[in-house]
């Protein structure tokens, strides 16, 4: 199995999210967020390449999956031969080519 490896971008994208859940909606979707986040993680450590392989986003290999529960919210990995590395969690609705563009 391979270890996760959370890049502080991630980290900090998964905060403002839940905060941003917490205080538009309500602490009980905020919750739904983490989990449905948090199942997602433990399914990409069994089938790691079960996301999308994105070749419009730099750098090369950055593959996406959709949050089931939060459609509109996509996880960012990249694969190494021993690694996950999350990258990102951004609205799906974001000019995703810049956002990749500027990190």
């Known amino acids: 199995m391979k270890r996760l ?3 502080s971008v991630f980290e900090a994208d998964f905060a403002e ?7 538009d909606a309500s ?3 905020s ?5 449905a986040v948090i ?8 089938f790691p390449e079960i996301g999308r392989l994105r070749r419009d986003l730099r750098p090369p290999g ?7 529960e939060f459609p509109n919210y996509v996880l960012f990995y990249r694969l190494t031969t021993d690694a996950i590395i999350l990258l990102r969690l951004r609205h799906g ?5 810049t956002l990749f563009t500027a990190s």
Do not use: C, Y
């Open 5 to 7: 490896v959370f890049s």
């Open 17 to 23: 999210i839940t905060v941003h859940f917490a205080q």
């Open 27 to 29: 602490p009980k979707i």
């Open 31 to 35: 919750a739904q967020w983490e989990a």
């Open 39 to 46: 199942h997602l993680v433990s399914l990409l450590q069994e």
């Open 62 to 68: 950055i593959r996406t999956f959709v949050i089931n």
């Open 93 to 97: 609705g974001m000019d995703l080519i």
